[in-house]
């Protein structure tokens, strides 16, 4: 059963976007042979900065999560660096509660990138290619590529999950957990699915707007 989890789940997640940006998308008055056109302007009004419920509630949640994280790790490093050369004592087991904080620091992060369309790239397409259809090819193409990549990864992202949260013999026995605080690592674990998950959203809503883009006709 847990096989077909996560392929169900890419699957929702596809057919949800694209049905909300049918719902979502401004069509334009003029029409010829039952066909109404879309500006590429248009299609990315959809996805504005807090432009719909959706984007409202996955960023205020991710920067909060950021936010609270970012000032839990750095007051324990500044606790352990205090206690380490100051006291002369440490801290038991303070990694294990770093490890768990900079995963939902870094996961909540890449689904804000996701968002924003900041994470790090070389596109070499924007810069040695004019616009025109040959750059709006390469962009659904690279756009393709990144939505295939990153529904693997949502699966692996999914396994790495279940195991932590059911053990290793799938029964919710004898759950791995951290050495000193016994915190179950599943409560990291999440946190990659969760990212993963949302950056896999917004790499799909990318996909269908160069889509529409490349195949569609612009307004006059």
């Not at 010829?32 to 879309?38: E, G, Q, R, Y």
């Amino acid at each position: 059963m847990c096989f077909y989890l996560p392929i169900l789940f890419e699957a929702v997640v596809f057919f949800f976007v694209i049905s909300f940006v049918q719902r979502s998308l401004p069509v334009s008055k003029k029409c010829s042979d039952n066909k109404c056109s879309i500006s590429s302007s248009q299609i990315l009004d959809v996805f504005a900065p807090k432009s719909n419920w959706i984007d409202k509630i996955v960023v205020n949640s991710l920067s909060f999560v950021c936010l609270i994280t970012s000032i839990v790790l750095t007051l324990v490093m500044c606790a352990v660096t205090f206690f380490r050369y100051v006291v002369q004592g440490d801290l038991y087991g303070f990694e294990e509660w770093v490890k768990l904080f900079a995963f939902w620091l870094y996961f909540a992060g890449a689904g804000l990138g996701a968002y924003s369309r900041t994470h790090v790239s070389a596109d070499l397409v924007r810069a040695y290619l004019k616009k025109g259809k040959l750059r709006q090819s390469f962009t659904f193409l690279k756009n393709f590529l990144t939505v295939g990549a990153c529904g693997i990864f949502v699966y692996y992202g999914w396994e790495f999950f279940y195991f932590g949260f059911m053990g290793p013999l799938g029964t919710g026995i004898a759950i791995p957990k951290t050495s000193a605080w016994r915190i179950p690592l599943w409560t990291g674990y999440i946190s990659v699915f969760i990212g993963l998950a949302l950056m896999l959203y917004y790499f799909i809503r990318d996909l269908i707007i160069s889509g529409i883009v490349l195949f569609g006709r612009k307004s006059k």
